[in-house]
């Protein structure tokens, strides 16, 4: 079985200062993690994943994240956030058994105050 | 690259008519494409995938003579809402994955379905 938790339904920053959206996943294999961002009404943007390799992931808008797998956490991180970066993030994992699908967390709203 | 289209981005329709919305891989060749159902503040629920040239796998619980999903080519797939009721309104988001590469779904930009 494999599934993701984020634990926070809201993220508040001010413009500027760091960003960390959480994200704890449960599987059997070995995890494939993504990160992607919605804005309202629209669709899901990719941002980063983990398949391999480094443990940090650079992805698009200048996010990263961090993959620790003896913590079993994918946090998603931005050194210094915009007040664009306000939208809906989603977590997914997918297992390594499993061909394809994906599990998404319930979502964190992330608002950068200006 | 990896653009996914959906049409319409919107529908309003009567109870009792069907709505087809149609998802694109526009620069890439899908070989697997992905139909989920969003309820507004959550998460997204998966329904079917979709092969191209085969028949789709429905996830447990959703209606397969309900909700017809049809991959023709590897970049098209269609979802046609039969005989839609109030409770079929939602928002419908397609993704699809590269025949290059498979680890990732990209996503069409949704489709609000509205069921008078």
């Known amino acids: 079985a494999q599934s993701v938790a984020q634990p926070e339904d809201q ?9 960390t959206v959480k994200c704890t996943y449960s599987v059997s294999g070995n995890p494939y993690l993504f990160w992607y961002v919605q804005y309202p009404n629209r669709g899901l943007q990719f941002l980063l994943k983990y398949i391999t390799g480094d443990n940090l992931v650079k992805g698009s808008y200048g996010f990263e994240a961090e993959f620790n797998k003896s913590q079993t956490s994918f946090h998603l991180k931005k050194p210094s956030a915009l007040v664009s970066d306000s939208a809906l993030y989603f ?9 394809y699908k994906l599990s998404f967390g ?4 992330v ?4 | 690259g990896a653009v996914v289209s959906q049409h319409p981005s919107w529908v309003i329709c009567k109870s009792g008519t069907s709505v087809k919305i149609e998802c694109r891989s526009l620069d890439f ?8 159902r969003q309820f507004p503040k959550q998460s997204l629920m998966l329904m079917a995938t979709s092969n191209e ?14 909700f017809l999903i049809n991959h023709a080519s590897l970049t098209l ?5 039969t005989s839609a009721h109030p409770e ?13 590469s498979t680890d990732t779904q990209y996503f069409g930009p949704g489709t609000r379905l509205t069921v008078l």
């Open chain 2, 53 to 66: 040239g085969s028949k789709a796998t429905y996830e447990q619980g959703v209606e397969k003579d309900k």
């Open chain 1, 91 to 99: 977590c997914a994992v997918r297992d390594s058994y499993n061909d």
């Open chain 1, 106 to 109: 319930a979502g964190t709203t």
């Open chain 2, 29 to 36: 060749q899908a070989t697997t494409m992905f139909w989920y």
């Open chain 2, 77 to 81: 797939s269609t979802l046609t809402v």
């Open chain 2, 88 to 100: 079929d309104s939602s928002f419908y988001i397609c993704s699809a994955s590269s025949t290059r």
């Open chain 1, 111 to 114: 608002t950068v105050r200006a």
């Open chain 1, 11 to 19: 993220v508040n920053v001010a413009e500027g200062n760091p960003l």
